[in-house]
């Protein structure tokens, strides 16, 4: 009987590799809740903000179906104070909540992970990869000496892990990865930036023009962003970006991630893609003769 | 994004219109489509008619239904769709509970045989009330200038609901949640179909949803027993931002 489950390095326990992407039904506590006892072995929230933020006007995101989702939905959130009620109610799930926080400089991030662990998260996930907003997400990742101030400073005074999501639009992501080295780990990918043109309307879909794209078209950018960052800096990864099905899971963690997110896929598969994809695992892991998790994360790696 | 051009526009009142377009694709009642109007937005609307040719019925309250109020024959409309559980029509005697715009969702399921409660603020904001016979329906205003003086609960009171096999019911969620607490300690058979806010309309961004459920793919129909398990339902709601409200009195 094949074990699903995992223990990150930071000590984290997943009962599958399977975590609830940033940014997808992860705004409202019900929500991240329910997605949790449907299947999720441990959900990211939306990013949150020290301030409110209503976000983009629609449309914020443009289906463009096999290849995937273009989504400027431009970090709408309730800011942190208002987020703790929705913790709250995602907790009583039972299950890891790791808090994705947005900010622009060293304290806000400090005052947002403070609070996140204070609310009872699990981790907290650093968005430096937001595609779409001034200021905040890529703006700030790719700003490393920045980057290493933040990981220093929430280092020093947080006792959860801290993850850093990076963005596979820079030109060196391994650079970025290693300004991240104080860190628990990296999760790999962010969406890409693209657009979006109807031609009958001859405008741009999105009301921010540009936008992310995910789903099965960046996979490949994805496992191989995954498998260079973990050969280069042996950093703990968590992959993102495309995953559909069990094979595409196993493909990320035989690149080098100790476990997976899955976001657009729900479009697809609806909640229940977190059961599909863990059966999936399960039967790939009976067939080929693996027992644990581990024996497949980096089995790609030379 | 799909698109076709308006055959028709029916202005009802001041602020609202009928808007007639072709599009072959099977509709259900109950189903909405997200209808895009170019560097303007994007915002979710029921198909009032599922025939052909389709036709949404939209009321001004932003930009976006404000152009679509004021569109105009041969002009394009873009939209994508449809999208939603759709309302599950059974064989027998229907009673129909709209309010306001709500009726635009509700108008599909009426036949021969419906019953409708239709519910506006006055007697100019009735919307289809023409769709009974005078027999078949009752009116509730809320300045008393049609039907009762009241509000569509006050109607319920007038009609016995044993002779119907299903009942329907479309309105602002307050509206709603009165009618639920109304029918829900009598058994009787009912479906809501919910509004929310909504954005991305396929699942994904949360906006729409209400006890961890998605009313744009979930929904936005519910039967009255879902209901008792949406801790939401009638008491918070959340912005744009996310931001958790308190709603009602």
Redesign the interface.
């Known amino acids: 009987m094949p074990d699903l489950s995992v223990r990150l390095a930071s000590g984290i326990i997943l009962e599958s590799p399977l975590i609830l992407a940033s940014g997808?039904?992860?705004?409202?506590g019900?929500?991240?809740?329910?997605?949790l006892q449907e299947g999720a072995a441990a959900a990211v929230t939306?990013s949150i903000g020290i301030q409110?933020?209503?976000?983009y006007?629609?449309?914020?995101?443009?289906?463009l179906g096999d290849t995937g989702?273009l989504?400027a939905?431009g970090l709408?959130?309730?800011?942190i104070d208002?987020y703790h009620?929705?913790m709250k109610i995602a907790l009583q799930a039972g299950k890891p909540i790791i808090g994705s926080i947005f900010g622009a400089t060293v304290d806000e991030f400090l005052q947002l992970a403070v609070k996140m662990e204070s609310y009872g998260a699990s981790a907290v996930e650093l968005n430096l990869s937001c595609p779409h907003v001034k200021g905040v997400g890529t703006e700030v990742g790719s700003d490393f000496p920045l980057v290493e101030e933040i990981i220093a400073s929430l280092k020093r005074r947080l006792s959860i892990p801290v993850y850093a999501k990076l963005s596979p639009n820079l030109t060196d992501v391994v650079e970025a990865a290693r300004a991240c080295s104080k860190a628990d780990g990296v999760v790999l990918i962010n969406t890409i930036r693209a657009m979006s043109i109807?031609i009958?309307?001859k405008?741009p879909?999105l009301?921010n023009y540009y936008g992310g794209l995910s789903g099965p078209a960046i996979r490949p950018v994805g496992v191989r962003l995954v498998y260079q960052v973990k050969r280069e800096t042996g950093m703990e990864i968590i992959g993102v970006g495309g995953i559909e099905n069990g094979g595409d899971a196993i493909e990320y963690m035989m690149a080098g991630a100790s476990a997976v997110q899955i976001?657009?896929a729900?479009?697809k598969y609806?909640r229940s893609v977190f059961m599909k994809i863990k059966d999936e695992i399960h039967s790939f892991m009976e067939r080929e003769g693996y027992s644990r998790i581990e024996d497949i994360v980096g089995a790609a790696l030379p | 994004m799909m698109h076709s051009s308006v055959e028709r526009v029916e202005r009802l009142n001041g602020d609202t219109s009928i808007i007639r377009f072709t599009w072959n694709e099977a509709v259900k009642p109950g189903q909405f489509i997200m209808v895009w109007i170019p560097e303007v937005g994007e915002i979710p609307i029921s198909v009032s008619h599922v025939g052909n040719p389709k036709g949404i019925t939209i009321k001004a309250y932003g930009p976006t239904s404000r152009a679509l109020v004021d569109i105009r024959e041969g002009d394009r409309i873009f939209f994508r769709g449809p999208y939603g559980r759709p309302f599950f029509l059974v064989p027998g005697r229907r009673l129909i509970i709209g309010a306001g715009t709500g009726m635009a969702s509700l108008l599909p399921v009426i036949d021969s045989k419906t019953f409708g409660i239709i519910a506006a603020r006055s007697k100019k904001d009735l919307l289809f009330a023409d769709a009974f016979d005078e027999q078949r329906r009752l009116l509730v205003t809320d300045d008393g200038s049609a039907g009762i003086k009241g509000i569509a609960v006050d109607a319920l009171t007038h009609v016995d609901l044993n002779q119907f096999d299903m009942v329907y019911v479309c309105g602002p969620e307050m509206m709603m949640k009165s009618i639920y607490d109304f029918l829900r300690p009598r058994g009787t058979s009912a479906q809501f179909s919910l509004e929310r806010l909504m954005k991305c309309g396929i699942g994904l961004c949360d906006s729409c949803s209400i006890g961890g459920l998605q009313l744009c793919r979930d929904g936005p129909t519910f039967d009255i027993k879902e209901l008792d398990t949406m801790e939401e339902f009638g008491r918070s709601r959340v912005l744009e931002s996310g931001k958790r409200i308190s709603m009602g009195k």
Request: no cysteine; charged share 30%.
């Open positions: 997808i039904l992860d705004e409202n019900y929500s991240i809740k329910r997605i939306k409110e933020r209503a976000g006007k629609p449309p914020v995101v443009v289906d989702i989504n939905v709408s959130n309730p800011g208002d009620n929705e109807d009958h309307a405008k879909v009301s976001g657009t729900v479009r609806g």
